[in-house]
């Protein structure tokens, strides 16, 4: 059973930093594709970070230069650093990897980051 599970989220000052983790119940590299999703109240759910299993990875414009994701294939754990963090980062954050090309998809079941002074 595949299971995802974030951590690290937390209350910030805005400019401050964070970084959250994703830990996998499996081997990282079985997922094509792994992110980092946010959910702000009344918005729809935004991708902010993703990377293939190659190692590709993409932003939004939004975080570009702000946040960058990585991933530790021994401990099986994904990370999402922050930098620079605005109020309008706050959200519900979501780790996600997906399988089969999309097919397959799984959620962790989020982790709140608020920025606020």
């Known amino acids: 059973q595949v299971q995802l599970v974030e951590s690290g989220g937390g209350l910030v000052q805005p400019g401050g930093s964070l970084r959250l983790s994703c830990a996998a119940s499996?081997?990282?590299?079985?997922?094509?594709?792994m992110g980092w999703y946010r959910q702000a109240p009344g918005k729809e759910r935004e991708m902010v970070a993703r990377?293939?299993?190659?190692?590709?990875?993409n932003y939004p414009d939004s975080v570009k230069g702000r946040f960058f994701i990585s991933r530790d294939i021994h401990k099986n754990t994904m990370y999402l650093q922050m930098n620079g963090l605005k109020p309008e980062d706050t959200a519900v954050y979501y780790c996600?990897?997906?399988?089969?090309?999309?097919?397959?998809?799984?959620w962790g079941q989020g982790t709140q980051v608020t920025v606020s002074s």
């Open positions: 990377i293939t299993s190659g190692g590709i990875t």
């Open positions: 996600n990897g997906s399988r089969r090309f999309g097919l397959d998809v799984y």
């Open positions: 499996v081997n990282i590299f079985s997922f094509n594709a």
